[in-house]
Nanobody, 122 residues
Framework: QGQLVESGGGLVQAGGSLRLSCAAS????????MAWFRQASGKEREFVAA????????TYADSVKGRFTISRDNTKGTLYLQMNNLNTEDTAHYFC???????????????WGLGTQVTVSS
């Protein structure tokens, strides 16, 4: 069974940046689409960004477009999320996920990590 482990979360001031990583182990995810989702306290999980297995295609939620960049390094088995110009509304627990095809729909993803917390202070 494959495993996804997120890292890179933390506390940052509004306007700052963070880079999240998601390391895959136990199986190869290089031929899987991958995505980032987030869940703020008291809210439903929401889609953030996704990337195809090759990295050639990406898609973003409108709320993060232009500020966040999803990327992957299949040689390292790692997914990234570069987050710039963070604001307090970005505070959430961030999860990475993997699936055989790219989709914005969370329930369609087969593999999930446990997540990493991002807190943005004003």
């Amino acid at each position: 069974q494959g495993q996804l482990v997120e890292s890179g979360g933390g506390l940052v001031q509004a306007g700052g940046s963070l880079r999240l990583s998601c390391a895959a182990s136990g199986r190869t995810f290089s031929n899987y689409a991958m995505a980032w989702f987030r869940q703020a306290s008291g809210k439903e999980r929401e889609f953030v960004a996704a990337i195809t297995w090759s990295g050639r295609n990406t898609t973003y939620a409108d709320s993060v477009k232009g500020r966040f960049t999803i990327s992957r390094d299949n040689t390292k088995g790692t997914l990234y999320l570069q987050m710039n110009n963070l604001n307090t509304e970005d505070t959430a627990h961030y999860f990475c996920a993997a699936n055989t095809y790219m989709t914005r729909n969370g329930p369609e993803y087969d593999y999930w990590g446990l997540g990493t917390q991002v807190t943005v202070s004003s």
